[in-house]
Structures are given as structure tokens and as C-alpha cells.
């Protein structure tokens, strides 16, 4: 049985050079917290393990103070979240809570306006444009 989220509002912080601070990122760290192994952190939330160490080491190079620490040849229980990290995690879910609390009517507004007969297209099939002309397309001559 799948269950069924309401209406979120997502977070990111894109700061101005490029670097982002959004939920996948988080959630890695508080998986990492919670399993204290990068690799029982990727399965848990279905990332590879590639990928969680290249988010890691970018969140290590993002600050100037140490997200996480690792400690080589300590099986299951090998990387430890550091206080600075915490403060991220910390930080990140007030803003989420802020914005949330700071949006909730117009988010529900807007859930409220939603259509019922809506279906979502498939991103893989753009919709096809009725006649040529409505694509901005000449017509073809047969």
C-alpha cells in the first residue's frame, strides 16, 4: 500500500557561487547520524554509495568546519556526524518549519484550486501540439 503525502513545500538554499544546501543532502546526514556508516546510510534512504560519499565530500568542501568525521577500519560505526554538522541539520529544519508555517495558506489555497480532472503527463511524452501552426511550426507540404 503506497501511502499518500498532502501538498510539501521544498526547501533548497542555492548560495551565490553555486552551492546547495537542500533535502537530499539532510537526509544523508541524518541517516548518517542515525546509522553511523555512509554506506548503511545510502541503502537506508536508496542512494548508491558513490553517490553518498560524493555528497559528503561536497559537504564537507562546502564549510569551513568538518560536516562529518570518519574513522577507517571501525566496521558499521565508522563515521560520526560532528556538531557542526548538527547545527546544519538544525538549521536547514527551522528554515523548513519557518517556510512552512510562513506559507501554509497559500499552499492550501493553491491545493484547494487544484483541478480533480488533472492527470499528469509522462515527462518522457511531450504533449503533441494539435495542428503545426499551434507548435509554431510551418506545415509540412505533402
Known sequence: MTKKVGTRLFLRVDFPDGR???PGKIMLLEAI???RSIL???KAIGMSYRRAWLLVDELDR???QRVIVTFPGRRGA???VTAFGERIIALYRAMERQAAKATNASVDELTKALSAEFRPQSHAEPEEPETAAAAGKPAKAI
Open 20 to 22: 546547495r544546501l537542500g
Open 33 to 35: 547520524r542515525e546509522h
Open 40 to 42: 548503511s546510510a545510502a
Open 78 to 80: 565508522g563515521t560520526e
Open 62 to 64: 562546502m564549510f569551513e
